[in-house]
């Protein structure tokens, strides 16, 4: 079984639209993230969650929201979208926090047109 | 296909000769410190972790090396196989992960 899956794996669509990118996590983590991995490979952080707390990265636009179902999906939606949002977008979670091993879905490359 | 990162630096060893991977970190406060290694079109798989009381730590054909001092970390890959052929990264917690730039290996068989 997937530990950790999301969907879908490829988005393709057109700019100012409004799309939504789901994952699930089987492990029974308590911590939820959502991370963007550039054409460059650059992995950076956009959201830490659990159910205590939403830690948001400041250079993450707005337009970007984490929406949390239950413990074990995290949920991304981008509102009108732009051409600077492709990019490869992963899902991780952790057993409780950022001290512990994080595991990684596939990812979902997102391409505006 | 995937795209390709092509600013990545790159370490091309031979099969069965041992790898190093560098990473300089930034935040002297963190205190775990992870490496992953990335497939073409795959996540990122957690490979080894040592926190900030430790100075190695050793896995399955990986060794991981921190100093503090300067804030460097190193990865040891021994024997190294095909199979290893990925981009390796290494990571810092601080309140929240944060990724190197990642580094490119190459096995030639």
């Known amino acids: 079984d997937t530990a950790v899956s999301q969907t879908p794996k490829y988005l393709v669509t057109q700019m100012g639209n409004d799309k939504s990118i789901k994952c699930e996590q089987n492990l029974g983590h308590d911590t939820m993230y959502w991370y963007k991995q550039d054409s460059k490979k650059f992995l950076k952080i956009m959201f830490s969650?659990?159910?205590?707390?939403?830690?948001i990265n400041e250079t993450v636009p707005n337009r970007f929201s984490p929406k949390s179902p239950d413990k074990a999906h995290l949920n991304l939606h981008i509102n009108s979208l732009e051409l600077g949002d492709s990019a490869v977008y992963f899902c991780?979670?952790?057993?409780?926090?950022?001290?512990?091993?994080?595991?990684f879905g596939d990812g979902t490359r997102l391409s505006i047109l | 296909g995937e795209s390709v990162g092509l600013h990545l630096p790159t370490l091309s060893v031979q099969e069965g000769d041992n790898s190093i991977i560098n990473c300089a970190y930034s935040n002297s406060a963190s205190d775990y410190f992870i490496w992953y290694k990335q497939e073409s079109g795959k996540g990122p798989q957690f490979i080894i972790d040592?926190?900030?009381?430790?100075d190695k730590r050793q896995g399955q054909r990986v060794t991981v090396l921190l100093n503090k001092t300067v804030k460097h970390l190193s990865l040891q890959i021994a024997a190294t196989q095909p199979g290893d052929s990925a981009v390796y990264f290494c990571a810092e917690a601080g309140n929240m992960l944060t990724f190197g730039g990642g580094t490119r290996l190459m096995v030639k068989p």
């Open positions: 991780a979670s952790s057993q409780d926090g950022v001290n512990q091993p994080q595991h």
């Open positions: 969650y659990n159910n205590k707390e939403l830690i």
């Open positions: 040592i926190r900030s009381n430790m």
